[in-house]
């Protein structure tokens, strides 16, 4: 798999509107068949976004959870940390939102704002940030090693289409919300931001942990894209620890759906 930044391909999904739809769905459903499946072995899934602004990770997390039981599903906006959660090591506010055995969490941004946002703003000093390398490696590797699979995708956009994007929320009354100063000076760090994630993807890419890379400035390609890689993960996983799984069947019979 290749995680070099630079050398990400922008790919834009093979098919039409409707061809993505079906395709789509079908993806949703064999996620659902999988939440179930992972809910009876009682087997947890960790799925970490991370990404440049704008890169479309609440995009992906949407499609990835739209047609998932919300029972057994709980999707976490990670921001900094509250003035009482510094009193304590930066993994115990993670260690609280993980899910239970059977049950999926999605952190959209995670434990590795240690090494991206508080190393470039120097908020952790340098050899806090990189001694975090081992401990996250540490921390992913005490969950895999028990009852947990674990997923970490990376989204990739270009900084033009950042730009573009950034102008389109400036402009839409309903999507203001999602642009702020912050986003906007955080442009200005573009080059730190690509040699900070690029030392994340090398030093924590593991295979009990691994890291997807997306070429995300085709949203339709990315969210196929992220399907694909999740489901792939979590089969590979049942099939190396033995535990049997049926993937999902589509019932052709059935009308699309309203």
Not at 58 to 85: N, S
Request: with cysteine; charged share 30%.
């Amino acid at each position: 798999m290749n995680l070099k930044l630079n050398e990400i391909m922008m790919k834009e999904y093979d098919g039409n509107k409707k061809a993505y739809k079906k395709e789509l769905k079908a993806l949703q459903y064999e996620m659902l068949n999988l939440q179930q499946h992972l809910f009876n072995q009682k087997v947890g899934l960790i799925i970490v976004f991370e990404g440049m602004d704008a890169a479309g990770k609440g995009g992906a997390i949407k499609r990835v959870t739209e047609r998932l039981d919300p029972r057994g599903l709980f999707v976490h906006p990670i921001a900094a940390p509250q003035p009482h959660e510094k009193r304590f090591h930066y993994l115990h506010r993670f260690w609280r939102k993980l899910p239970q055995h059977g049950q999926i969490g999605i952190f959209d941004r995670s434990w590795y704002g240690r090494v991206l946002v508080e190393r470039i703003e120097e908020y952790a000093k340098k050899a806090e940030w990189q001694r975090s390398y081992q401990e996250i490696n540490d921390f992913e590797k005490l969950l895999t090693d028990e009852s947990y699979i674990m997923i970490k995708c990376w989204m990739q956009i270009t900084e033009e289409e950042q730009l573009t994007r950034f102008t389109e929320r400036q402009d839409d009354p309903y999507k203001q919300w999602k642009l702020t100063e912050e986003d906007w000076r955080n442009r200005e760090k573009w080059s730190l931001y690509i040699e900070a994630a690029q030392d994340m993807l090398e030093k924590t890419h593991k295979n009990y942990a691994p890291w997807i890379v997306v070429g995300g400035n085709d949203k339709n390609y990315a969210r196929i894209y992220v399907l694909k890689a999740i489901i792939q993960h979590i089969m590979q996983v049942c099939a190396n620890r033995d535990i049997p799984y049926v993937p999902y069947q589509e019932d052709v019979s059935q009308g699309e759906e309203a």
